[in-house]
């Protein structure tokens, strides 16, 4: 299974403890890499970015995608989307999270004793699910949440099997 967009390598871990294996993970960041390379040292971790994965066509039978769409626009999606579909497995299935919305998201805040501005693309679950339809996906199940606690936005959720 395929951690895209696997950051720090947080979902690895959650991945590895419920005994999916084998893992790889693909970041467009070297830091998350560096960082998730010290947590996992026996998984295939590449600096990648989604839109040209280096894995080979239909090599894969799963792809996590959690919260890694957040910096592309609905047309970077698209193209994310295309090239998930290549690199799964007939009946590959492929699990999204993200914020939920439309537009761009901006978050104000404090890192590394810094003002900092983050931000971000906010994706409506259906128009996920459209664009995987129309890349070779079919939609098993979209989701939404409310924001709970500090959270500025809703979550979405979509879970779809390769064609
Ligand atoms: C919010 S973090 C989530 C990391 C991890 N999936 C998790 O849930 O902990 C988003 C990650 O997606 C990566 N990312 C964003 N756009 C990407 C792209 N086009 N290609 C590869 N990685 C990307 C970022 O570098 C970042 O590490």
Do not use: K, N
């Not at 698209?78 to 439309?102: N, Y």
């Amino acid at each position: 299974m395929l951690d895209a967009g696997c950051g720090t390598g947080r979902m690895l871990t959650h991945l590895a403890e419920r005994g999916v294996a084998p893992l790889t993970g693909v970041d467009l960041s070297p830091g998350m890499l560096a960082h998730a390379r010290r947590g996992h040292p026996g998984t295939p971790l590449a600096a990648a970015d989604l839109r040209a994965l280096p894995h080979a066509t239909a090599s894969l039978r799963g792809v996590l995608c959690w919260y890694a769409i957040i910096h592309s626009t609905p047309a970077e999606v698209a193209t994310i989307a295309g090239e998930l579909a290549r690199v799964l497995v007939t009946d590959g299935v492929l699990l999204l999270g993200f914020q939920a919305g439309r537009g761009e998201r901006v978050v104000d805040g404090t890192a590394y004793r810094q003002q900092t501005t983050l931000h971000g693309v906010l994706h409506e679950p259906d128009e996920v699910a459209g664009l995987l339809a129309e890349r070779g996906f079919a939609v098993l199940a979209t989701a939404r949440r409310a924001a709970v606690g500090g959270e500025r936005h809703d979550h979405g959720f979509v879970l779809a099997r390769r064609r």
